[in-house]
């Protein structure tokens, strides 16, 4: 099982950008599926990308699409998302987590089950 650990996060005003981190340790990070999901107070966590085990195979939610961009670097064991654009909206405890692909070769946002370890998440709000 892999530890993951995000960073990253912090204030920011409405259109501004932040890039968040999530550094893996443990085996074989390069077979996992890592998912990028977000809570704010009071509502419901939200998958926000998803990634496979290759750079080229990405999702998104409808509310990032064209804003957020989701990547890895295998070779540092880490996975990144780069928000752009940001609205107060966005405004969340952002956790990444790995999915170990037993289920499927494609990431989803939609069956949080498949998703093992969670990091601890870091807070990103956006305000004027």
């Known amino acids: 099982q892999l530890q993951l650990v995000e960073s990253g996060g912090g204030l920011v005003q409405p259109g501004g950008s932040l890039r968040l981190s999530c550094a893996a340790s443990?085996?074989?990070?390069?077979?996992?599926?890592i998912g990028w999901f977000r809570q704010a107070p009071g509502k419901e966590r939200e998958g926000v990308s998803c990634?496979?085990?290759?750079?080229?195979?990405?999702n998104y939610a409808d509310s990032v699409k064209g804003r957020f961009t989701i990547s890895r670097d295998n070779a540092k064991n880490t996975v990144y998302l780069q928000m752009n654009s940001l609205k107060p909206e966005d405004t969340a405890v952002y956790y990444c987590?790995?999915?170990?692909?037993?289920?499927?070769?494609?990431?989803?946002?939609?069956?949080?089950?498949?998703?093992?370890?969670w990091g601890p998440g870091t807070q990103a709000t956006v305000s004027s």
């Open positions: 443990g085996f074989s990070f390069d077979t996992y599926l």
């Open positions: 987590a790995s999915d170990p692909g037993w289920y499927s070769n494609l990431c989803t946002l939609n069956i949080e089950a498949r998703y093992e370890s």
């Open positions: 990634i496979g085990r290759r750079s080229n195979s990405t």
